[in-house]
């Protein structure tokens, strides 16, 4: 995973971690700004998905988090063709695996389990809402 410095968007991510917002919540609303989105509604919008899905374990919240933002950027709010979606589905695709081999699983409770004790669940999980934002950051090149 990331080192523990990193740019502003990644700073402002964790940051907003820190202060309580779930996983899904912090990455998603690091990318307000990019897409011209006030960042509350960002975080109202990210809300249920911290914690693995509604604090189910499922797909991590930093890794939907990150999805979003890709949408919300990388998206579109009109028809697009078949071959347009599935090279969009690819690109998403392309990210979820760049997550999986930093951070070993997509998962919330696969990647608790892999921490294990060895930090304390808030500060594991800031690196990989910190890891999640790097991707995203690389990805579209900002």
Known sequence: M?????????????ALFQEGYNCAQSTFAAFSGDAGTERAVLLRIASPFGGGIAGRKESCGALTGMLMAAGLIQGWDEAK???????????????????????????????????????????????????????LEKSIGL
């Open 2 to 14: 990331q080192k523990p410095e990193g740019t502003r968007r990644q700073d402002i991510a964790c």
């Open 81 to 135: 063709s078949p071959e347009e979606k599935e090279a969009f589905s690819a690109q998403m695709r392309a990210l979820i695996g760049q997550f999986e081999e930093a951070c070993g699983h997509t998962d919330c409770a696969s990647l608790l389990n892999r921490n294990g004790d060895a930090l304390p669940k808030r500060e594991y999980c800031t690196g990989l809402v910190r890891e999640a934002v790097a991707i």
